[in-house]
């Protein structure tokens, strides 16, 4: 019953897994209002080795339309704003000495519904790996031998049941997240 109950929490290990997976990934499309969440892919050259932003200033939303990012080191105002031109993010950066102030310009609707079909893709993604899981353990399950088939239906559904829940999950995340991309 160890075995069983083994394969059980690495299959909900792997979904909960995907499920940080897609907040992350929801957590980098823009929905409207700015996030440090933005700028997690920006990498600057920080003394010869590539570096996250994250890593070399502090990164704010001092409102709902404004990052302000302020380095660490004055010096790399000129690195991080050229990184954040470079990086395809669509941002204009405004350097002002001290730190970098990226205005995030309104969405428009055709860009709302492009981020809506990413978010939509990202669930599906999401949804594929928790049923690959589901599939793992169910295999897992028939491999073991010297168990009855009874036993093995009864972790069956187990896992059937964990399967439908964050699925459930993924389609309230998806639904939050598309609400607040379409939020004009």
């Known amino acids: ?36 969440a933005m700028l997690s892919t920006v990498k600057i050259d920080y003394y010869g080795s590539v570096t996250p932003l994250s890593q070399v200033a502090n ?26 031109i470079n990086s395809n993010l669509g941002f204009a950066p405004s350097n002002n000495g001290d730190m970098i102030i990226i205005n995030i310009p309104p969405l428009t609707e055709e860009r709302r519904k492009e981020l809506s079909k990413l978010a939509k893709a990202e669930a599906e993604h999401a949804k594929v790996s928790i049923r690959n899981a589901r599939k793992d353990a169910n295999n897992n399950l028939k491999n073991i031998k ?7 239906k009864g972790y069956e559904n187990d896992i059937q049941d964990l399967t439908d829940n964050y699925i459930k999950n993924i389609d309230v995340a998806f639904a939050k997240k598309e609400s607040e991309i379409m939020k004009v």
């Open 1 to 36: 019953m160890e075995e069983l109950d083994l394969i059980i929490a690495q299959a909900k290990e792997q979904m909960q897994k995907t499920m940080e997976h897609l907040d992350n990934a929801f957590g980098k499309l823009r929905a409207g209002k700015a996030s440090p």
């Open 59 to 84: 990164i704010n939303t001092p409102d709902a339309m404004t990052i302000s990012v302020q380095p660490w080191e004055r010096n790399l105002i000129g690195e991080i704003e050229k990184a954040i």
């Open 146 to 152: 010297d168990i009855s088939e009874d036993v093995v």
